[in-house]
């Protein structure tokens, strides 16, 4: 079936250093593929997505790339900042649902 | 701000006694989902209703859980006889008619979090 693998954590980054959270996927047919952000004590929100190969899914100075040859979808943003301290969700589309990874939770040191 | 909202968002049973949970979505959402958050652990689908239809229930527990999303009012997730394991967050997502398909894009609530003593 369908599946998503992302990177384990926790990641732990000093303020503005560059971030990448690998994501992988196995599916069939074409996806659309997603990060989800969730902050302490709220539910998840939409980041980014990209809906066909070689789409690059951007917003709040992430970005991400989708590769079919390599079936991934890595999150990168240039600079962290404190602000950006979450739980990071890789995920796709399948049928009429959203799968998702285990998620990579993200710590940003002042 | 009309997003969804669950309640309770904190709930405490002993073990043998019946959790519900609600969710009511976004004003206008058709399509509703819970997923279920287990500690340290990434969503799992439960399942996915539409108004008075359950579309898909694969992720649920063949036994003690069920859900309902009626015409009027919010959708419901029941667990009975709940036991240690089902403590988690369990969130509900909805999004509009048809929209999946063009944006995929679910909007949470901020959870339920069953404990189970």
């Known amino acids: 079936g369908n599946s998503v693998t992302q990177m384990e954590g926790p990641v732990t980054l000093s303020e503005e250093a560059f971030l990448t959270i690998n994501c992988t996927y196995t599916?069939?047919?074409?996806?659309?593929l997603f990060w989800y952000v969730q902050y302490p004590g709220e539910g998840l929100q939409l980041l980014l997505k990209a809906t066909k190969a070689d789409d690059k899914g951007s917003n709040k100075g992430f970005e991400a790339t989708y590769r079919k040859e390599t079936t991934s979808f890595h999150l990168e943003k240039g600079s962290v900042q404190v602000s950006d301290s979450a739980v990071y969700f890789c995920?796709?589309?399948?049928?009429?649902?959203?799968?998702f990874g285990s998620g990579t939770r993200l710590s940003i040191r002042p | 701000n009309a997003g969804v909202m669950q309640n309770p968002r904190h709930l405490v049973r002993r073990r043998g006694q019946e959790a519900r949970l609600r969710c009511s979505p976004v004003?206008?959402?058709?399509?509703v989902y819970w997923y279920r958050q287990l500690p340290e652990e990434g969503l799992k689908f439960m399942v996915y209703?539409?108004?008075?239809?359950?579309?898909?229930e694969s992720g649920m527990p063949k036994e003690r859980f069920s859900a309902e999303f009626p015409k009027e009012g919010p959708s419901i997730l029941r667990i009975q006889q709940v036991v240690r394991g089902d403590s988690a967050a369990y969130f509900c997502?909805?999004?509009?008619?048809?929209?999946?398909?063009?944006?995929?894009?679910?909007?949470f609530g901020e959870g339920s979090r069953l404990t189970v003593l």
């Open positions: 209703l539409q108004k008075e239809n359950i579309i898909d």
């Open positions: 004003k206008g959402h058709s399509h």
């Open positions: 599916a069939t047919g074409y996806p659309s």
């Open positions: 995920a796709l589309s399948s049928a009429s649902k959203i799968i």
């Open positions: 997502a909805s999004s509009p008619k048809d929209s999946f398909a063009n944006t995929g894009e679910l909007f």
